[in-house]
Nanobody, 118 residues
Framework: VQLVESGGGLVEAGGSLRLSCAASGSTFRFNDMGWYRQTPGKQRELVAVINNDGSTKYADSVKGRFTISRDNAKNTVYLQMNSLKPEDTAAYYC?????????????WGQGTQVAVCS
């Protein structure tokens, strides 16, 4: 299984970007799908996660600005990012969990860079 992200780039503050992450090579449905981000010298942090039942959770710093969604038929998760701020600049990684396996399997994308200039 490979997770392939797309949609990162450079944007001015106040602008928008939409990240996509597609899982290839899987024949099963993932449980949690989420996005994390990381800046140099800091730990990777959760941005947003969406469960199989559609429930979502967001970091306080992105609430009201970012929206996570998923397309189970395509095994794809999206992150719509609006009103971007310079502090949103980071490498963004998608993450998926497959709980049909024991032990649970975790998958990470390779990361896509988001840069927000003021």
């Amino acid at each position: 299984v490979q997770l392939v992200e797309s949609g990162g780039g450079l944007v001015e503050a106040g602008g928008s970007l939409r990240l996509s992450c597609a899982a290839s090579g899987s024949t099963f449905r993932f449980n949690d799908m989420g996005w994390y981000r990381q800046t140099p010298g800091k730990q990777r942090e959760l941005v947003a996660v969406i469960n199989n039942d559609g429930s979502t959770k967001y970091a306080d710093s992105v609430k009201g600005r970012f929206t996570i969604s998923r397309d189970n038929a395509k095994n794809t998760v999206y992150l719509q990012m609006n009103s971007l701020k310079p502090e949103d600049t980071a490498a963004y990684y998608c993450h998926m969990t497959a709980t049909i396996f024991f032990p649970v399997r975790y998958y990470w994308g390779q990361g896509t860079q988001v840069a927000v200039c003021s």
